[in-house]
């Protein structure tokens, strides 16, 4: 389905695999292995979505933290929420556990809230900041705890570090590729979940490339 027009060599797809699990950019990746950079860019891109099509879907539960971050754009002025030129994404994340994200229209309670409802179980703890459109949790079926960035407090476990966490790691990956189209964003964004999610390097690869062989059977 991926690759079956492919001219590469199963050593160079092999190659290409493992330059894409170690995050080299296909244009440095296509040096290395000496093949065209427009092979090993449309061939990351089928790795991407490749890896969306395999996500699985998961159920968090226990303690749940949520938040908002804002992606892309080079423009000055307004940063985070209402912030122009950037994509919104919503995270959920397990702590000690798996994150789940969702580019997200606006950061409204009616867009959050049915996200929170349909990925976290009942009952759990949901750690949110003081954003408003979170206020709905507090008569919702979830526990809702809320953190206030500008105190400071002895609470260790009232934090929201663990998706925060992740929001860097994801911005530090996209980073390296100057800017990414936005047709193309949600591929990169579940390339980012996936890395998170899925161990490490040695553990990513053993996954990546049998998923990528059953694609040529």
Same mark, same amino acid.
């Given at each position: ?42 061939? /990351? ?74 990925n976290v179980q009942p009952d759990s703890i949901v750690y949110t900041d003081t954003f ?44 390296? /590729? ?6 193309? /964003? ?9 890395? /998170? ?21």
């Amino acid at each position: 389905m991926y690759e079956r027009k492919s001219r590469l060599t199963p050593h160079q797809q092999s190659r290409l695999i493992e330059h894409f699990v170690a995050g080299t950019t296909a244009r440095a990746a296509s040096e290395l292995i000496g093949v065209q950079a427009n092979t090993a860019i449309r061939f /990351f891109m089928r790795l991407r979505q490749l890896i969306a099509s395999k996500l699985p879907s998961y159920e968090l539960s226990g303690e749940v933290e949520a938040d908002e971050s804002y992606f892309g754009g080079k423009r000055k002025g307004k940063r985070g929420r209402g912030s122009t030129g950037k994509v919104a994404v919503f995270g959920l994340l397990k702590r000690g556990g798996k994150v789940y994200t969702a580019i997200i229209p606006n950061a409204k309670t009616e867009t959050l809230l049915p996200i929170i409802q349909q990925n976290v179980q009942p009952d759990s703890i949901v750690y949110t900041d003081t954003f408003r459109s979170y206020n709905a949790l507090d008569i919702s079926e979830f526990h809702h705890m809320r953190i206030n960035h500008s105190e400071l407090f002895a609470d260790q476990l009232n934090h929201i570090n663990g998706i925060e966490n992740f929001w860097n790691q994801a911005k530090r990956h996209m980073r390296k /590729f100057n800017g990414i189209k936005a047709d193309n /964003f949600y591929w990169f964004l579940k390339e980012c979940e996936w890395r /998170f999610n899925g161990g490490n390097h040695a553990e990513l690869l053993k996954q990546l490339k049998s998923w990528y062989k059953q694609t040529k059977h």
